[in-house]
């Protein structure tokens, strides 16, 4: 059975092709809208660019304020006469003619309480509707008994993930067959951008719980074995221990921040400073370390405590793991429209095959911190941008990732 993050991933890669697949039609029109003469031609363009601007406001999901800006296009893609959007317990958008009052809002949801529980599209006609007490027509009441033509409702279910979340209701002067399934479809359609919203949002608060496990790895093994190695300072060389303190204070505050979920290369690199100076206090001359920055790459946007676990995995099982001296380089270059970093040691290496096991999370042990970069990476940059690790029994191990330069929608 596949990993929560690897549905996720799945199931973000599909709609990240059907979103390709929509816009790429949309562009061919775009372009050749000079050439749109037949109406069907001129109804494709209008539709998908009704369709394109309320997405824009359904990306934050179900939202009062989204529902809103939403809703006057889905209104214009219909053609009804009003059109509102309801949650499970208050209407979030009102569009059209029809009075939007307090008291229509709660008739509404009270029709909207049977769709909400059977997840079926409902009709109400004639007397059915007007026992509901609804404003039937601009500057009306239908208390009064003036129906004015009275309008026909129809109430379709949102369902997100097979649950009624919420509903479409649609005020017309005759409800058709083509309209119920015209909108049931952008039911459908509103449930699916609530859905790719919910799942951006899963995907957020999995990274998070990534960064948080990372966190919790790092804790236990690297602040013993510091402490440890500042309180062998405490009375030989006092002014060393207070140096190591406050380096052990300010990478602490770093890898226990609670904002943002991207760092810059510059401030994962000072971080990877602070840690490297806390080992060399551990192992002295054992420890060598060489640098090879380009400046223009610094600036680049990566994941929060991406590199930082590579560099640990190279003094954990490069340098704990043998007798000798440890040789520890990291690079960082610019490859064009890629940032190319990487982290190579001498030590013991390891068995490739092992190595596949634990990347796909066929295997628990002690490498958990480079699947959980791996799986990261793949999440925020695609499948072609997870770790590249050439690594053999006795051979050391050279770990290379590469990460876009242009990532506008990346605050650090």
Same mark, same amino acid.
């Given at each position: ?160 993930? &097979? ?72 009375? !030989? ?14 990478? !602490?505050?770093?890898?226990?921040? &609670?904002?943002?979920?991207? !760092? ?77 970093? !990487? ?34 990476? &793949? ?31 990346? &605050?650090?």
């Amino acid at each position: 059975m596949l990993s929560p993050a690897v549905d996720i991933a799945l199931v973000c890669a599909v709609a990240v092709l059907t979103v390709v697949a929509v816009a790429a039609l949309g562009h061919r029109l775009i372009r050749s809208q000079g050439d749109l003469g037949s109406d069907t031609e001129r109804a494709v363009y209008s539709t998908l660019h009704t369709a394109t601007l309320a997405s824009q406001h359904l990306r934050a999901g179900l939202t009062p304020g989204g529902a809103s800006k939403a809703g006057r296009h889905l209104r214009a893609l219909l053609g009804c006469d009003t059109l509102v959007i309801t949650d499970a317990a208050a209407v979030l958008a009102w569009e059209g003619s029809l009075p939007d009052t307090p008291r229509s809002r709660v008739r509404l949801l009270e029709a909207s309480r049977t769709v909400l529980e059977s997840g079926r599209t409902k009709v109400f006609r004639g007397a059915g509707l007007r026992s509901l007490g609804l404003d039937l027509s601009p500057g009306r009441d239908s208390s009064a008994g003036q129906d004015g033509g009275a309008r026909q409702l129809l109430i379709c279910p949102l369902q997100v993930n &097979r649950q009624t979340v919420g509903t479409l209701a649609v005020f017309a002067p005759t409800v058709s067959a083509g309209l119920v399934r015209a909108a049931n479809d952008v039911a459908g359609w509103v449930a699916a951008q609530v859905e790719l919203a919910e799942l951006d949002t899963s995907r957020t608060l999995l990274m998070e719980a990534e960064v948080r496990a990372l966190r919790a790895q790092i804790s236990p093994h690297f602040i013993y074995n510091s402490l440890n190695a500042i309180a062998s300072y405490i009375t !030989t060389d006092p002014a060393r221990a207070r140096e190591l303190v406050v380096e052990f204070a300010d990478f !602490t505050r770093y890898t226990f921040r &609670r904002s943002g979920n991207f !760092t810059t290369v510059a401030e994962e690199l000072q971080a990877i400073d602070r840690y490297l100076l806390l080992e060399r206090a551990r192992f002295g001359d054992r420890l060598k370390i060489s640098l090879q920055i380009g400046p223009e790459v610094l600036g680049t946007a990566i994941p929060f405590l991406s590199l930082q676990p590579l560099v640990e995995n190279s003094v954990r099982h490069g340098l704990e793991a043998s007798d000798g001296n440890g040789h520890i380089t990291i690079t960082a270059s610019d490859a064009g429209s890629l940032a190319v970093i !990487t982290v190579e040691d001498n030590g013991v290496g390891m068995d490739p095959e092992y190595l596949r096991s634990i990347l796909a999370g066929h295997a628990d042990g002690d490498h958990v911190g480079l699947r959980n970069v791996d799986v990261r990476l &793949r999440q925020v940059y695609g499948e072609d941008h997870g770790l590249v690790i050439d690594t053999a029994p006795g051979a050391g191990t050279l770990i290379t990732m590469r990460i876009p330069k242009s990532q506008p929608g990346h &605050r650090t």
